[in-house]
């Protein structure tokens, strides 16, 4: 099966198969998912020029961040910041909280009716490791898997091919 897909759900959904297999709950692991596809999305704009950073605005941004301890989550080599509440652990996006259920809106209709095929395919190839081992080669995998894109800004949010078999084939040859 072979599904149309720009990158960002599908690494959105892998990272939180990746937190499920550490041993978040399903609810956490979206939202970290969600906060690696943004950090990556933000660190990949930067290195195209799209997005820059601005020092003056995190500087004033500074001041409002809740006094709350926050901690750091790595996750296909990026460090999630994470916050308790009381309803578990929830990541965060430009300082606010990430929602689960806003995640599997996003979710949904990217991956149409293939969510649980997908899903299911992540589950499988996360599982051939020990969590620590699918938590530390976890970007690499996605880089064997991902839709292929143009190279550069025209492949910005272009959809690619996302092949089933080939996760599940990763999966057996590991």
């Keep these: 099966m072979v599904i149309k897909v720009n990158r960002a759900p599908v690494m959105t959904l892998w990272a939180a198969v990746v937190a499920e297999r550490l041993g978040f709950d399903q ?3 979206l939202t970290i ?3 690696v596809a943004g950090l990556n999305a933000y660190a990949k704009g930067v290195r195209l020029g799209i997005c820059t950073p601005e020092p003056e605005s995190v500087k004033e941004e500074r001041g ?4 709350e301890k926050v901690l750091h989550v790595d996750v ?3 460090a999630v910041p994470m916050v308790r509440m009381e309803h578990g652990l929830r990541a965060l996006e430009k300082d606010k909280q990430v929602s ?3 995640v599997r809106r996003y979710l949904e209709p990217r991956f ?3 969510l649980p095929d997908v899903k299911a395919a992540m589950e499988q190839l996360a599982a051939a490791f020990p969590p620590e081992e699918s938590r530390q080669r976890g970007h690499e995998l996605y880089e064997n898997f991902r839709p292929v894109v143009p190279a550069g800004v025209r492949g910005w949010g272009a959809p690619g091919d996302l092949d089933l078999e080939k996760i599940r084939g990763l999966a057996r040859t590991k």
């Design 27 to 29: 609810d956490e692991a």
């Design 33 to 35: 998912g969600q906060a």
């Design 64 to 67: 409002k961040l809740p006094p």
């Design 76 to 78: 296909l080599h990026r």
């Design 100 to 102: 689960p259920s806003s």
């Design 112 to 114: 149409g009716g293939a």
